[in-house]
């Protein structure tokens, strides 16, 4: 693989670092380099901090390689782009071989105060000993540049910074016009509390005054709890509640100051404003970046700033012209090109200390646990996650669940290991099973990447993952817990990332499982089969070998193993009874036991998985509200009466079911209320209901790729190499 | 001593083995206390090929039903219905399961260590085969220089 520019990177940063890095991909790819990216984790963040969406986004949309975990890249250049990341936890595994290399340093060695920000005293040795190149920075301003001075790096430091770049076509030109009353003043930062001044030195910088209101984007709540009551004339906004483009555009000045002990290294959020031709107001120091583009002021002194603003319509379209025109010609993703000029190399044979890993031409391993639950819905959501992953990567079924066969027979290769609950173990006992028998498989697999789909990792399961040391790990984990579980988040921190299958019901979702909603990713929902992969209604009927022109509806009441169900059953028996148009077709995966065939004349059995492609043959259902069997339905726009499996051992399928009543996606009924279940058995024979029903589930479209969302996240996450044949995002 | 009880009589030596308690079961971490006072048989019935239980498998498994915990080492498609009748069960990757994935590690050591570990988590009394012994069964990546690729 071969590169202009390899970017070792923590793709986690929630604000400028990553910001400036989405535009460099842009921008390299704007100049016809190659760009490539090897995620790395930053000691700063929690392991499973969740990635910077943006960023993702933009790999998705340039089309950056992320270089597979055995892959050896060359590359022209490789930045390490932040110095956080030259920390001795961080190495690259298959290492790279580039001409040159250089540590991006996006922050100064130390606050006002002299406090480091992140150690410096071994990075020439980590350098040498972990990257093989000699340590060379590149500031990403003159600010950071002298404070590499002021410590002891001038022999490192390379004579050009590596500015940050924006795309100008993000950030539409605000028209300066006629000011309204009153004047709208803004800022926007990551909700850090030195991103912003004291509340004392606030009240100076965004005063009350009725002239004014000061709208604020991500502030911290410390910050607002100093405050007995807030500023009548202070608008506050959560951190990327809103686009910062459409944010800047609501604005007519652009103020920003920090507490007194932060050092702002770039100040990626005033370049944003002064794209967008902001009149900005910052302290002084920021000249050094932004020369005569800004305003400069004292805190104390700001409102004197605005009020000039306010006053002086042609100062404000000059300040604006100045900012833009300012962005344009240093800041422009056109100066890319220049800059990588400025840091490229003549190429160099490779150096005798730098070890060569020879790229192996197998598929990287994917070990998917799965834990044994009720029925087959963690087994089923990780054969889809499988199936969007494609063959670039090979996936190994490691399950506890009795129906394992069901992946073995989808071509996967598949291990089972029993679970302690029928075997009545104690559960230290089995614990130390299962994590023998994780550790013996994690040192034979060598997956890159394992994942784990259930409500609680397993001790077993996380000592082995954190023995064995060298696969990234994620949980998958789909929400409505019915009661907090403190002990399941807890573990969190064992994981790279923790995504959760999208729920079309998530309004009622009481948010157990986001204790710490910046360590989840949230997709849509994960479905085996898609919408436009159905069969029709004839073919799938044939499939199924059932009558082409009867009443069919589906049975699917689970497996019945946590909750009685036979008060739906008897009801359904008696309604068969009634209307002898109709036959029930009760489906199971083929490893469940056939039951007695003469249960009922109209009660058809039969064994199939998955069942998704086939849903069209069915005029209405009655199932229980599992997460896969609800959305599937809802999906296929079959309209269904959902009987929710109350067991407290289940998510919350109570508030599914009675959310898709409510939006008129489905019929729902307790199991325990026989006279609802009769009555909404009578309405599925209704043709109108029926239609209604399809017709409300028809209208939610374009959110049921989560499956294929999980698999890219994977993908840069876990450096998985892609599939050919997946589909384009 | 697992080899002569063939030769002696099930019966006989299962009513041995409850008055003699000579299996240490203390390793055996799949079984529950109350398991481990009791009788366990392992059966390999690893070439299975029917969906349904072979007449060969069926016929062991009644043998062997005085024994308190049965465990039957076979493809996972027979899970079902060895729990209905109350069994327990584990499993082995098949060799043309093997030969697809494409893995080439160290298959040879992984199911050695495997069918040992299966062994020693159990602690059977007994053991019965259906079809090849597991070693056999495995032959061609355990001992077959066709295979090592796989090795």
């Excluded at chain 1, 050896?72 to 001409?99: E, I, Q, W």
């Excluded at chain 1, 939610?700 to 450096?719: E, Y």
Aim: hydrophobic share 40%; charged share 25%; net charge negative.
């Amino acid at each position: 693989m071969e590169l202009d520019v390899l970017y070792l990177a923590d793709l986690r940063f929630p604000g400028g670092t990553s910001t400036s890095l989405k535009y460099d991909l842009r921008a390299c790819k704007q100049a016809g380099l190659r760009a490539g990216v090897v995620p790395l984790s930053s000691p700063v963040f929690a392991r499973c901090q969740v990635p910077n969406s943006a960023l993702l986004a933009e790999i998705e949309a340039t089309g950056t390689v992320i270089v597979p975990q055995d892959e050896t890249p060359k590359a022209r250049v490789a930045l390490l782009y932040h110095p956080s990341l030259l920390d001795k936890t961080v190495h690259v595994r298959a290492g790279f071989d580039a001409d040159v290399f250089y540590v991006v340093v996006h922050q100064p060695t130390r606050d006002r105060r002299g406090r480091a920000y992140y150690r410096t005293e071994h990075w020439s040795g980590l350098a040498a000993d972990l990257f093989s190149h000699d340590l060379r920075l590149l500031p990403v301003s003159d600010v950071v540049r002298k404070d590499l001075e002021r410590h002891g790096f001038s022999h490192a430091l390379h004579p050009a910074n590596w500015t940050n770049l924006i795309d100008l076509e993000d950030f539409p030109l605000k028209q300066i016009g006629e000011l309204n009353s009153p004047v709208r003043i803004g800022r926007h930062s990551r909700p850090s509390r030195d991103k912003l001044p004291s509340p004392k030195v606030a009240l100076e910088c965004y005063p009350q005054h009725p002239d004014y209101a000061h709208l604020m984007m991500g502030v911290p709540q410390d910050f607002l709890d100093a405050f007995d009551t807030l500023p009548w004339n202070w608008q506050i906004y959560a951190f990327s509640s809103r686009p910062v483009s459409g944010f800047l555009q609501s604005l007519d000045i652009y103020s920003y100051f920090h507490s007194d002990t932060w050092v702002e290294a770039f100040g990626y959020n005033v370049l944003e404003a002064l794209a967008t031709g902001l009149p900005c107001v910052v302290p002084h120091y920021m000249e050094e970046t932004f020369s005569d583009a800004c305003l400069y002021a004292e805190p104390a002194n700001a409102q004197q700033t605005y009020d000039r603003l306010r006053s002086d319509r042609s100062l404000r379209e000059e300040v604006s012209l100045r900012a833009r025109a300012h962005v344009e010609s240093r800041f422009g993703l056109d100066q890319f090109a220049n800059k990588f000029e400025k840091i490229v190399e003549a190429p160099k044979t490779s150096s005798p200390g730098r070890v060569k890993h020879p790229r192996t031409s197998e598929r990287p391993v994917v070990l998917s646990v799965t834990s044994n639950g009720v029925g087959l819905g963690h087994l089923t959501r990780q054969l889809a996650i499988a199936e969007a992953l494609g063959p670039a990567v090979n996936v190994v079924f490691f399950s506890l669940s009795e129906a394992i066969e069901v992946a073995r027979s989808m071509g996967y290769l598949a291990e089972f290991r029993p679970f302690h609950r029928r075997l009545q173990l104690d559960v230290d006992d089995w614990n130390s099973f299962f994590f023998q028998e994780m550790r013996e498989a994690l040192s034979h697999y060598k997956p890159s990447l394992v994942l784990f789909d259930g409500n609680v990792p397993y001790a077993g399961f996380i000592d082995a993952v954190d023995s064995y040391g060298k696969s990234c790990s994620a949980w998958i984990r789909r929400g409505m817990w019915r009661t907090p579980q403190p002990d399941s988040i807890a573990r969190e921190g064992f994981f790279d990332a923790i995504i959760e299958p999208g729920e079309l019901c998530e309004a009622l979702d009481l948010g157990y499982s986001r204790v710490n909603p910046d360590n989840v990713t949230s997709v849509n929902p994960v479905l085996m089969t898609q919408p436009h992969q159905l069969l029709d209604k004839a073919a799938a009927r044939r499939a199924l070998d059932l009558p082409e022109n009867a009443t069919l509806c589906l049975v699917q009441l689970g497996a019945e193993a946590n909750f009685n169900m036979s008060v739906p059953r008897e009801l359904l028996f008696d309604f068969l009874d009634r209307h002898p148009d109709v036959i029930a077709v009760d489906v199971r995966s083929p490893l469940h036991l056939k039951e007695h065939s003469d249960i009922h004349e109209r009660f058809l059995q039969r064994r199939l998985f998955p069942l998704g492609r086939y849903l069209k043959a069915f005029d209405f259902a009655v199932c229980a509200a599992g997460y896969n069997t609800f959305h599937e339905n809802i999906a296929a726009a079959l309209p269904t009466l959902f009987i929710p499996n109350s067991n407290p051992e289940t998510d919350d399928q109570d508030s599914r079911a009675l959310h898709g009543a409510r939006a008129g996606w489905n019929l729902a009924s307790t199991a325990e209320d026989p006279y609802e279940i009769e009555t909404q058995l009578r309405k599925l024979l209704e043709p109108d209901i029926r239609q209604g029903l399809s017709l409300a589930c028809a209208r939610k479209t374009g959110c049921w790729d989560g499956a294929g969302q999980i698999a890219r996240q994977l993908q840069i996450q876990a450096r998985l190499p892609r599939s050919s044949q997946e589909p384009a995002p | 001593m697992m080899r002569q009880l063939q030769n002696i009589g099930l019966r006989f030596a299962l009513r041995g083995l409850r008055i003699l308690g000579v299996t240490d079961k203390e390793d055996a971490l799949l079984l529950s206390q109350l398991r481990k006072r009791g009788s366990v048989a392992l059966i390999w019935a690893l070439d299975e090929t029917e969906d349904h239980l072979s007449a060969g498998l069926s016929d062991k498994l009644a043998k062997l039903s005085g024994f308190e915990t049965v465990v039957v080492v076979c493809p996972p498609r027979l899970f079902s219905v060895l729990r209905s009748q109350g069994h327990f069960f584990e499993t082995l990757p098949a060799p043309e399961d093997i030969g697809r994935s494409g893995i080439s590690s160290n298959w040879e050591l992984y199911l050695r260590r495997r069918i040992a570990r299966i062994r020693k988590n159990w602690g059977p009394d007994f053991e019965a085969v259906e079809g090849p012994e597991p070693e056999l069964y495995f032959d061609a990546i355990l001992n077959g220089p066709e295979n090592s690729g796989l090795r």
